[in-house]
């Protein structure tokens, strides 16, 4: 990403780190529900002008406590928008769940494949529209605020708008520490790795463009998820704009799906397996790098004997250096050819693009 551009267009300011646009008014939670409210209007004023076609995706498990609730909200918010459609997608919930979403008015599907980046996998495959609403079934997002997302979308300002949690309500909200940590934790890494300024990469409140959810390849199956998706827009130079949101804590007797610790691992072995599959030059270089070093510094030793001596006994350790150097000289040349393999599949991605644009226009 270090050819990509930073545009803040609330600031005029631009910077050159990575495809990031950031369009929101973080005073926006001082001023109160009057700038909400007035941002979703906005957005709808814009997919009105312009005819576009809403669709709302709403992943869901065992939430039938919420569900009825999270679609009424979207759909009275919307009801002056000529077309829209709310999408549940059930996965496997043992609960009333489906019904509960048929009943209040939204097309239900299945998804058998337990996870939640089975569900948006299908949803993604399944559902056309030209604007993209994505946000959970447990009506911890308010839908003003998640609509309000759809206006860079359909100024063609974004290709992802994110939901930003972390700007707003969420560490007053959220009772579980070590998820206010991970958030944290998985930011920073993201934004050092692939030098960019995403605020919030966890959030489940998305807005996406036609383009992006068409040429999006899911390839988890959890909640890591949004880690990809995120990932994946900054590595293609997708234009992300960021708001802050709203976030509140699932009521009582509802209870989150994210399991802390194992679905935090998962999320970092996620960041890990992306960080070597879209930035392989460096990732090898990293490694060829600290091989490198390692095996100098042990050199150093038997180097010295054989100037000294015209003889070398430290054997054990001359074998070890030599075989970090030459690990070293190897890890190198895989990220050579990773990274121009990398580079052939990006341009494949940038003509599936054109016609994608060319299918939509």
């Given at each position: ?74 759909r009275d918010a919307l009801e002056g928008v000529p077309q829209v459609t709310i999408y549940v997608y059930d996965n496997n ?224 350790t001359l074998l070890v250096s030599v075989t970090f150097i030459i690990v070293a000289l190897l890890s190198g040349v895989c ?27």
């Amino acid at each position: 990403m270090s050819n990509s551009r930073t545009s803040t267009i609330a600031k005029g300011v631009t910077t050159a780190n990575a495809s990031v646009v950031t369009t929101a008014d973080t005073t926006g939670f001082a001023a109160g529900d009057t700038v909400a409210t007035s941002n979703m209007n906005a957005a709808i004023g814009a997919i009105k002008t312009k005819g576009l076609h809403v669709a709302v995706l709403l992943p869901c498990y065992n939430e039938a406590q919420t569900i009825a609730q999270t679609i009424a909200a979207y759909r009275d918010a919307l009801e002056g928008v000529p077309q829209v459609t709310i999408y549940v997608y059930d996965n496997n919930s043992s609960d009333d769940t489906a019904a509960i979403a048929e009943s209040a008015g939204a097309i239900v599907r299945k998804e058998y494949r337990q996870g939640k980046g089975f569900v948006i996998r299908s949803m993604f495959r399944d559902v056309e529209a030209d604007v993209y609403l994505m946000a959970d079934g447990d009506n911890t997002y308010e839908a003003r605020d998640v609509i309000a997302l759809a206006g860079d979308i359909a100024a063609g300002k974004a290709d992802m708008a994110i939901g930003d949690r972390l700007s707003g309500t969420y560490f007053e909200e959220n009772k579980r520490p070590l998820h206010g940590f991970g958030n944290r934790l998985v930011r920073w890494l993201i934004n050092r790795i692939f030098q960019s300024d995403i605020v919030d990469v966890m959030t489940g409140a998305r807005a996406f463009s036609r383009k992006f959810v068409k040429t999006y390849p899911s390839l988890v199956g959890g909640f890591e998820i949004e880690t990809e998706m995120t990932i994946h827009a900054l590595d293609k130079n997708f234009l992300v704009a960021h708001h802050p949101v709203h976030y509140r804590d699932r009521p009582q007797g509802s209870h989150s799906k994210l399991s802390t610790i194992p679905d935090g691992l998962r999320v970092l072995k996620t960041i890990f397996a992306l960080f070597k599959d879209f930035r392989p030059l460096l990732f090898f270089g990293s490694i060829s790098l600290f091989m490198l070093l390692v095996g100098a510094i042990l050199f150093i030793r038997p180097l010295a004997e054989y100037f000294a001596t015209g003889f070398v006994t430290y054997i054990p350790t001359l074998l070890v250096s030599v075989t970090f150097i030459i690990v070293a000289l190897l890890s190198g040349v895989c990220g050579v050819i990773v990274d121009s393999i990398r580079k052939q599949t990006r341009t494949f991605y940038e003509l599936e693009l054109y016609r994608i644009n060319n299918k939509v226009q």
